[in-house]
């Protein structure tokens, strides 16, 4: 005996695609000092270096498309 399958669900079951979000300076620096402020409480507990700190702000830096030299750093 085969087994029938069939869409019941009044309404999408499923969510919508999420809408992009727009890629605004002021989001991408909300999770840029986000992230930073992560690796500063470990430079503070003294997991991290104050020279890892530094790489990890460039490299946060390059990922949220901030300026090296930009005075939101």
Known sequence: MATRTA????????L???????DD??????RYRTSTTVFRSMV???????ADYQKCCDILAK???????????
């Open 7 to 14: 869409n019941i669900a009044v309404e999408t079951a499923t």
């Open 44 to 50: 503070k507990n003294g997991t991290l270096t104050e």
């Open 63 to 73: 990922k949220y498309g901030i300026s090296l030299c930009s005075i939101f750093r």
């Open 25 to 30: 300076l002021q989001a991408r620096l909300l």
């Open 16 to 22: 919508p695609p999420a809408e992009k979000q727009p």
